[in-house]
């Protein structure tokens, strides 16, 4: 259950009284390619990063996966991604965190900025 000051986070929206099912994350498969950035992803890398996310994801692959929206909107992983993505590694399928329902776009972005 996700708190968020005093409101519980229930699928898609702020419920006081009202209950729905929660928000919960399970773990699917999706091609690489297949995933959609989206053009307001607030973490920046710099090229030197670029590097150092580049080399250990060709020496320990991808230890740390994705979390998608339920339309393969990135929400988290946006980086690991573009450098698949510049490995080649596009037609790869890969493992993904997904929500239980879709995160409304004010969600996301909270999502992405913590």
Known sequence: MAKLGHHVLFCGAFFMHVKTSKLSWHTEKRKVSDLVATSYNPRKISEEDKTQLT???????????????????????????????????????????????KLTKAEADEYMIR
């Open 55 to 101: 080399k250990s994801l060709q020496k320990f692959n991808l230890a740390e996966i994705p979390a998608i929206n339920t339309d393969n909107k990135i929400i988290a992983g946006h980086q690991r991604i573009a450098v698949l993505l510049a490995l080649g590694r596009g037609n790869e399928v890969i493992d993904v965190r997904v929500p239980n329902c």
